[in-house]
């Protein structure tokens, strides 16, 4: 049968864009044992067996391509980072996965696997057009098209996914065989999915309801909380940067401009042109541009409308045409093209508030200096060049801990904490672009991992001493507080009497409380209907409850569901176990990662070029 497959096909077009990860991974790292096709550099090892760079990188290639012509676009360097991880977690996952289908003779047979193809074609396939009937994956059109002259250049990646497939299947069905589950504990699983409680809760928080005014914090207490919690504090490599901006913040001339425009469009549809091919030409709204800007139905009064939309577009008459209107977004014109009662239907073109004009023009010749005399060169004395030609300050960006982003007051930046990480001392970046600035970073240090000395972390504890003893004032609080309402006051009246929150949550079940803290969870399927509940001590804080209403999970459906709720939590434990099974493998194995000691920045690529030929960016 496998080699009936295997005289049965050509290829298909579609098919050039479906990416096998995990068979490209086997096929391509060596890890299979036959050796591989990459040998001369590695990227690192699991439990001693190579994982070569080349194959690594060759898989992060074809998992961006993959990414980016599903329709991702230009991936940012976060984006890229994580793509890198995800491999490389899946070489590791396969290597040691392989171990133990090694490890335990675990086999499948030609048979096996033309059976498998056959069946259980992979998700590239079921969501193929090609394959499509009435919206739904049709299985005879796969294994009409597996059996007719189409595929050949593509059976071989199947069967080689298929022979993983199952391996994998097997030895996790081995892993997860035991898993049962008893009707007790199944009633136990579904009363955690059905029960449910409304509680009024009161949280008292020490951190949020004491000011730091009311406590105090010497050196010797700062000194010894040190000397007893330093392992809090380790911390992974730091990095330390500077940085120049440019403002991209928008002014009024900016606003004037888009209101300018906006003005000359409308002017545009009354006098005639089409408004649906002003709109998709136009329109700063991407996601209607293409359909005349509707916006569907709207219903008088819905307080989902933004007001001073619905203020207006309830006053047109049928295809009406409103003057710009100001939003947080831009300028937006409206248009009605149906009325029934207090139901209109409205489509609307939006001009967005944008760089403009000169202002514009002194923006890009900033942008432009920053990316000219700044950006992506080894040699840190060009940030303070662009800094002077600028006039703009050279600032420091504080502590940026590995796997961390970087954060300047209230904006946080995206890709330069991937950066710093690759880069060397000196290095600059390319221009990142946040939300109000365009930054060029220097890395100026980074900090090996490990315990800092408190000098370097003295803030940090001092707020960690002050939040321990917040937590001291918050219990006498919580114990007024409760006291309060034992004596007669709601817990609404003594929380606003004390100035602290009250909420009412629910009804919710066991496996999605309102707050993640098994002591609250307890204590809320736990009491009766109209218990004011102790003070519940909590990791992140101190919280009083009462039961407002407790419905209790219907035993007579669960006796109707039973089997097929079993059956959905075996299949919910086999996971868990696989989870668990992976995740002891990879603790236990000796992981050896050196994908850093290859990764480059465009700078330093630039000056391996410009050593090797001569030329290149000066830095």
Same mark, same amino acid.
């Given at each position: ?252 001339? /900016?606003? @004037? =401009? ?5 003005? !000359? +469009?409308?002017?545009? $549809?009354?006098?005639?042109? *089409?408004? &649906? ?101 080894? /040699?840190? @004395? =060009? ?5 002077? !030609? +600028?006039?703009?300050? $050279?600032?420091?960006?504080? *502590?940026? &801990? ?218």
């Amino acid at each position: 049968m496998m080699q009936a497959f295997r005289n049965a096909a050509k290829p298909v077009v579609y098919l050039i864009t479906i990416t096998f990860l995990s068979w490209m991974i086997l096929d391509l790292s060596g890890i299979t044992g036959k050796g591989g096709f990459f040998t001369q550099t590695s990227a690192g090892s699991v439990d001693g067996q190579s994982i070569e760079l080349r194959a690594y990188q060759q898989a992060v290639q074809n998992a961006t391509t993959q990414r980016q012509q599903s329709g991702g676009g230009t991936m940012t360097l976060e984006a890229t980072d994580q793509l890198r991880n995800d491999v490389w977690d899946q070489f590791v996952e396969t290597t040691l996965v392989n171990d133990q289908i090694n490890k335990y003779h675990i086999t499948t047979s030609d048979d096996e696997v033309a059976q498998w193809i056959q069946n259980i074609p992979p998700n590239e396939v079921r969501t193929a057009q090609d394959f499509m009937t009435n919206g739904a994956f049709d299985l005879g059109k796969y294994q009409r098209w597996l059996q007719g002259p189409v595929g050949q250049e593509y059976v071989p990646t199947l069967e080689a996914q298929a022979r993983e497939e199952i391996l994998r299947t097997k030895l996790y069905s081995a892993v997860s065989a035991d898993i049962f589950i008893s009707d007790p504990e199944l009633w136990q699983k579904y009363r955690d999915q059905f029960e449910t409680v409304k509680i009024s809760l009161t949280p008292i928080i020490g951190k949020n309801i004491v000011p730091d005014s009311a406590v105090s914090v010497s050196a010797a207490e700062i000194e010894a909380y040190y000397a007893a919690h330093r392992d809090d504090f380790k911390r992974d490599r730091t990095a330390f940067m500077s940085f120049v901006a440019v403002s991209r913040r928008l002014d009024a001339s /900016d606003s @004037a =401009a888009a209101l300018a425009r906006a003005h !000359a +469009l409308r002017d545009s $549809v009354t006098s005639g042109q *089409p408004w &649906a091919d002003i709109v998709g030409r136009e329109s700063g709204d991407t996601t209607t541009a293409d359909k005349a800007g509707e916006l569907g139905e709207w219903t008088k009064g819905d307080s989902k409308l933004d007001p001073a939309l619905a203020k207006v577009a309830f006053t047109l008459p049928v295809n009406g045409i409103s003057d710009p209107i100001a939003t947080a977004s831009g300028y937006e014109i409206l248009q009605v093209t149906k009325k029934t009662g207090d139901k209109i239907d409205v489509r609307h073109l939006l001009v967005r508030f944008e760089l403009a004009g000169a202002h514009r023009t002194i923006v890009d010749a900033q942008m432009d200096s920053l990316q000219r005399l700044g950006a992506e060169r080894l /040699d840190g @004395a =060009a940030l303070d060049t662009v800094g002077r !030609a +600028l006039k703009l300050n $050279v600032a420091a960006t504080g *502590p940026v &801990a590995s796997g961390t982003r970087v954060v300047l007051g209230s904006y946080v930046i995206p890709d330069a904490g991937v950066w710093a990480f690759e880069a060397k001392k000196g290095e600059t970046s390319p221009v990142i672009d946040g939300e109000v600035a365009s930054y060029v970073f220097r890395l100026d240090s980074v900090q090996a991992g490990g315990i800092p000395p408190l000098v370097q972390v003295r803030d940090e504890v001092a707020t960690k001493v002050r939040e321990q003893k917040k937590e001291v004032r918050a219990r006498a609080i919580a114990d007024d507080f409760r006291a309060r309402v034992v004596k007669g006051a709601s817990m609404a009246d003594a929380a606003k009497a004390m100035g602290l929150p009250n909420r009412e949550f629910g009804p919710f079940t066991r496996i999605a409380p309102p707050i993640i803290s098994p002591q609250l969870t307890g204590a809320a399927f736990g009491l009766p209907v109209g218990t004011l509940s102790p003070v519940i001590d909590a990791p992140e804080g101190l919280y009083v409850i009462r039961i407002l209403e407790h419905t209790t999970a219907d035993s007579g459906k669960f006796i109707t569901d039973r089997d097929a709720f079993r059956k959905q939590m075996i299949d919910a434990a086999r996971q868990e176990r696989i989870r668990e099974y992976i995740d002891g493998l990879k603790a236990a194995a000796k992981i050896v990662d050196r994908r850093n000691e290859s990764n480059k920045t465009n700078a330093q690529n630039e000056a391996q070029v410009a050593q090797q030929t001569g030329t290149g960016k000066k830095s």
